[in-house]
């Protein structure tokens, strides 16, 4: 049965389209094991013919690095939207270079903070430490150089890295003022991540309901962070894992298990089912 906090079922709209965010919706952050019951339940999915969608602030290798056994049977939204992968469609949202390189001048003067640029499927960093975090925990594909403006072209996402919160050490005057003209977005307890406006999760979920003729009503999406939050307004059937933020808990219509009681798995069983149409 879907658990109480799941809310009432909305009608009996068939579900055609589930979007889900991969850290701390599906496995803790940084982590690339994935419960196997996923593998299986995914193919059922895509046997029905329910497209699925792995969205996440990830690199592509990252996510197919989770996502291996069913490489064939999901389509990709990497880089927080930036990045659409599938075997109909490629797209990369590319940042003016010059907003690269204020951008990334500014960042460097937080105490701390350790800076990405992340083009398409490969990242390309200053420190060792995000080198080793990225590459090491995410299975990112990423190269470490001395200078991450050497080449600026060609970037679709920048990110801000700091060990303990990188939210608190940025501050809020420098998220709402670069908020102003481009996408800052916290993506997790360590991230601060900055696209071209207009480029996140709910913008790059949009481009498959649009491609497929599928409406929000049949659509389920899954998140944590803020930057799931525009995917989740674009899904009548949105969920909030039970340890996401506050603020997304109030954007979805309901809320699921954490990603420890594999949340997302009971609810994507609970629609094989038919308890959630």
């Known amino acids: 049965m879907i658990p109480h906090v799941y ?3 909305k009608g009996k709209q068939m579900i055609k389209l589930i979007a889900t965010d991969i850290d701390g919706t599906l496995v803790a952050d940084g982590t690339l094991d994935l419960n196997p019951e996923y593998y299986d339940v995914i193919k059922e999915l895509k046997r029905r013919g329910t497209i699925v969608l792995a969205a996440s602030g990830r690199q592509r290798a990252s996510i197919e690095k989770v996502f291996t056994p069913v490489l064939d049977d999901i389509s990709f939204i990497s880089e927080n939207g ?6 109909d469609y490629q797209y990369v949202d590319v940042i003016d270079p010059e907003i690269v390189r204020t951008y990334i001048e500014e960042a460097r003067q937080f105490p701390g903070c350790e800076i990405a640029i992340n083009k398409d499927n490969m990242t390309y ?4 430490g995000i080198y080793q975090h990225l590459v090491g925990d995410y299975g990112y594909r990423g190269d470490l150089v001395d200078d991450v403006l050497g080449n600026p072209e060609g970037v679709c996402k920048m990110s801000i890295f700091h060990h303990n919160c990188a939210e608190d050490v940025v501050g809020d005057e420098f998220i709402k003022r670069w908020g102003k003209k481009m996408n800052v977005v916290v993506s997790g307890k360590c991230w601060v991540d900055c696209a071209n406006k207009g480029a996140n999760k709910g913008s790059a979920l949009r481009h498959f309901q649009e491609e497929y003729g599928i409406t929000p009503d049949e659509t389920l999406a899954f998140g944590d962070n803020l930057n799931d939050i525009e995917m989740l307004k674009r899904a009548s059937h949105s969920f909030a894992v039970e340890n996401a933020r506050d603020e997304v808990k109030e954007a979805a219509n309901f809320v699921a298990p954490s990603y420890k009681e594999d949340g997302v798995l009971q609810v994507l069983k609970a629609v094989l089912s038919g308890e959630l149409c």
């Not at 930036?82 to 075997?87: G, L, P, R």
């Open 7 to 9: 809310g009432e079922k």
């Open 82 to 87: 930036t990045c659409i992968h599938s075997k």
């Open 125 to 128: 960093m200053e420190n060792i």
